[in-house]
């Protein structure tokens, strides 16, 4: 991928920092990353597979936390948020306080550097995270890389991994993702025709830690 200012964490803060502004004078929550039925589909596999309610689940560049919110009110209780920036920190807990859902565990975390106490989660989510670490200026392969190796600390042994993307094909992701993970699944997005080929401008899939 060309470098964009998408992978620099510059971008990301004053982004949230201009939600967080809108958040607090008009009460709206800003964007929410692939859009609802994003959320949606992950909360259907979840419940589609039985996961018990109380399963630790990692929501990796949380942003505004929206996906946490819906999480809880589907049920689920064990719930964490990181992103590496502060400003969407701020937005998340805001709005974690508006919804009343308490037990929303939110940090300040660089994923690629984690601290020692984020580890042993159940389930971890990616909903734009890895595109954005895949975009940045400075060594994005390497940065790829580190991201897996987190992924190996923080997710417990058959622990499942949702990540949904629209820069990796399917092909990819499973290339990026050979060491330490296997796929379960290729959840159902929304198709598109171009010049007499069907395709997918999202990728989402489920693997499993082995």
Not at 22 to 28: A, E, L, P, R, S
Request: with cysteine.
């Amino acid at each position: 991928f060309s470098p964009s200012v998408l992978g620099t964490r510059e971008h990301w803060d004053a982004a949230y920092e201009r939600e967080l502004q809108t958040f607090q004078d008009i009460g709206d929550t800003g964007e929410i990353w692939f859009g609802e039925e994003s959320m949606v589909r992950i909360i259907s596999w979840l419940e589609r597979h039985k996961v018990p309610l109380d399963s630790s689940v990692l929501d990796i560049g949380t942003g505004n936390g929206v996906l946490l919110v819906e999480l809880a009110k589907s049920g689920y209780m064990n719930l964490t948020g990181i992103d590496y920036s502060p400003s969407a920190i701020q937005l998340s807990e805001k709005i974690r306080e508006k919804e009343g859902m308490s037990n929303i565990k939110l940090k300040v975390e660089d994923f690629l550097a984690p601290s020692a106490e984020l580890s042993g989660f159940d389930i971890c989510i990616d909903k734009g995270t890895f595109d954005a670490i895949s975009l940045d200026p400075s060594d994005a392969v390497g940065k790829r890389k580190l991201y897996v190796g987190s992924l190996c600390r923080v997710l417990k042994p058959e622990g499942f991994f949702l990540i949904t993307s629209c820069n990796w094909t399917k092909e990819e992701l499973l290339n990026e993702f050979r060491e330490g993970f296997e796929i379960l699944e290729e959840l159902p997005t929304p198709k598109f025709c171009f010049g007499g080929r069907i395709g997918n401008s999202v990728t989402a899939l489920v693997f499993q830690r082995k």
